[in-house]
Nanobody, 122 residues
Framework: VQLQAFGGGLVQAGGSLKLSCTAS??????YGWFRRATGKEREFVAT???????YYADSVKGRFTISRDNAKNTGYLQMDSLRPEDTAVYYC???????????????????WGQGTKVTVSS
């Protein structure tokens, strides 16, 4: 499975960006988004299951929306009300299993895309 992530960029605080993650080679059970800010550990952002059940990190809840288009084998992360602390390299992850036991854990995902950088200016 190959994942390609797109949509990063520079935006002012309060603005929006939409990231996409297209998978090729296999049907995806779950998509996840993680991020790593400079000097920090990688952290979980959001995940969506095959049945569109979602789960978010507290830091993004109410501001970010994860979705998927199964026909396009693509996952999305709509990011609204962006803050400077959201600045990071965002990584999409995916797995073919329908259910992940620890879906906020990066180790649960078999496939990873390249990162896309998001910079939020104050």
């Amino acid at each position: 499975v190959q994942l390609q992530a797109f949509g990063g960029g520079l935006v002012q605080a309060g603005g929006s960006l939409k990231l996409s993650c297209t998978a090729s080679g296999r049907t995806i059970g779950s998509y996840g988004w993680f991020r790593r800010a400079t000097g920090k550990e990688r952290e979980f952002v959001a995940t969506i299951r095959w049945d569109r059940n979602t789960y978010y990190a507290d830091s993004v809840k109410g501001r970010f929306t994860i979705s998927r288009d199964n026909a396009k084998n693509t996952g999305y992360l709509q990011m609204d009300s962006l803050r400077p602390e959201d600045t990071a390299v965002y990584y999409c992850a995916a797995d073919s299993r329908l259910i992940l036991s620890q879906r906020a854990n990066a180790q649960a995902y078999d496939y990873w895309g390249q990162g896309t950088k998001v910079t939020v200016s104050s």
